[in-house]
C-alpha cells in the first residue's frame, strides 16, 4: 500500500520575484544542539528523490556547496543541504518534522512511496505562520525599487527600438494593447520586448536584502 502525500519542507525565495517562500533568515531561533544535530544527521541521510540541472546557493551566501537535488524519506521531502541551514545557521523547522525525526521512526522504502504530487501547502502555510518578520518590510521595499528600476530601464530599450525602427499608424495586434506597431511589423516595441527584456534577474537579487544586519 502506498504511503500518504508527502510533504515539502525546506524550501526558500530566490529573489525579489519570489511571492511563494520566504528566506530562512526569518526562521532562525534557539533550540538544543542536540536536537539541531539529530535533525540535520538526519537530513544528511535521506534517499534521493529528484535530481535538477542547476545547483542551489546557501541564502546566507557561505560558501557551502548545496547541490541540485531532492531528498526524501517517505513522508517529507527536502532539499539537499537543508542539514547545513539547521547545523550552520540555526534555521528551525517544523515540530512536526523534528517530532518524526526524534521518535526515530525508519524511513518508508521507496517502493511504497506515494505517486501522488508532493504537498507544498504545509510547508508555505508553516513558514507564513512561523516567520519572525525581520525581513518582510525590507523585502516590500527592495521589491518596489526594483520594479520601478525594471520598468525605467524596460521603457528606455522600449523607446530606443521605437527609434530605431519607427512606429506606424496601425495599433498594435496584441490582445488589450493599445500602443502603436512598430513599422513593418504587427506588435508594438513594448510587446516585442515582452518577457524577453533579460531585465528581471540583476534588479530582483536577494544578496543585498539578506546579508545587510537586521535590528
Known sequence: MKSSPMRLIGYWMESLNDCDYLPPQEFVWPFADDIRTTVADYLDRGDIFATYRGPSWCRFYCAQDMGCREMADGCWVWPEQLGHYVRDHGVALPVEFVEHVRAGTPPIPRSLWSDEPV??????????????????????????????????????????????????????????????????RALCAACCLGAQSGLDSPFYDLRNVLTEQTE
Open 119 to 184: 504537498d507544498k501547502t504545509f510547508w508555505k502555510n508553516w513558514c507564513q505562520q512561523h516567520s519572525l518578520g525581520r525581513y518582510q518590510s525590507r523585502i516590500a521595499e527592495a521589491r518596489l525599487r526594483a520594479d520601478v528600476e525594471v520598468a525605467k530601464q524596460f521603457n528606455a530599450r522600449v523607446a530606443a527600438m521605437e527609434a530605431k525602427e519607427g512606429v506606424s499608424n496601425q495599433h498594435c495586434q496584441w490582445r488589450g494593447c493599445e500602443r502603436f506597431a512598430l513599422k513593418n
